[in-house]
């Protein structure tokens, strides 16, 4: 009897047949896995809306935990209330003060990179200060500033300034251990684009600072307590 190509035994499957079967393969894989993760997010919305409805209280609140149908009916409220002027309010704080943090921490970081005396006068409190995290500059923003919108800018501030201190104040040291010359060319011919190179991979001070300006909302809430 006869034999096709494809069954004879070592006959070779065309190149578009295997092409397709591992498209085909890639297609189910990724369907599948789309499928379980939105599974897992309305299981968590279910379980959420359910225990809200409940006002379920063993161990973990859930009585002042608004449900996910009314959050999502106070989002619908929120943007049909002209959400653009809160947006523009809470974007031009958080460039305020990331502008304000890189300026003063960049000039910072050149002058104790780059001078032992202002390492030693301005160095040590920057250092005692610099592992306190953001959120534990609330009660004393509270206490320092009675503006909100100032002590809103002043997290921060301090959300941008510790990071590009620290990075351009290495950039400078790192540069100065390694070449003898005049301060003025080094400034211009080396440490500039060594400190544009530091500060520019800017995405974990510019990330800090939007997290910081929304510690600072949570300042305002307490403040309003």
């Known amino acids: 009897m006869a034999m096709t190509t494809l ?35 309305i299981f968590f919305l279910c379980l959420w809306q359910f225990l ?10 859930f009585y002042f935990v608004p449900a996910p149908t009314e959050v999502y009916s106070a989002f619908v409220s929120f943007i049909g209330s002209s959400p653009w002027i809160h947006f523009q309010s809470s974007i031009a704080r958080v460039i ?13 970081g050149l002058l104790i990179g780059s001078s032992h005396l202002v390492e030693e006068v301005l160095a040590t409190p920057l250092e005692l200060l610099r592992p306190i995290p953001a ?20 997290i921060t501030f301090v959300g941008a300034f510790y990071p590009i201190l620290v990075s351009t ?28 190179g530091y500060n520019f991979t800017i995405f974990t001070p510019r990330d800090q ?15 309003n307590c």
């Open 96 to 108: 305020g003060g990331f502008f304000a943090g890189s300026v003063l921490g960049i000039v910072l």
């Open 169 to 196: 104040q290495k950039a400078v040291e790192s540069s100065l251990s390694d070449l003898l010359m005049i301060r003025v060319a080094v400034l211009r011919s080396f440490l500039l684009p060594v400190i544009q």
């Open 135 to 154: 959120v534990a500059w609330i009660p004393m923003a509270i206490l320092m500033f009675p503006d909100s919108e100032i002590g809103m800018f002043y």
């Open 209 to 223: 600072c939007w997290s910081c300006y929304w510690d600072g909302k949570c300042m305002v809430l307490l403040g």
């Open 7 to 41: 069954s004879k035994p070592g006959a070779s499957v065309p190149p578009i047949f295997i092409r397709r079967f591992r498209f085909s393969q890639r297609w189910s894989r990724h369907i599948g896995s789309l499928l379980r993760r939105a599974a897992s997010l």
């Open 52 to 61: 809200s409805t409940i006002k379920f209280n063993f161990f973990i609140n």
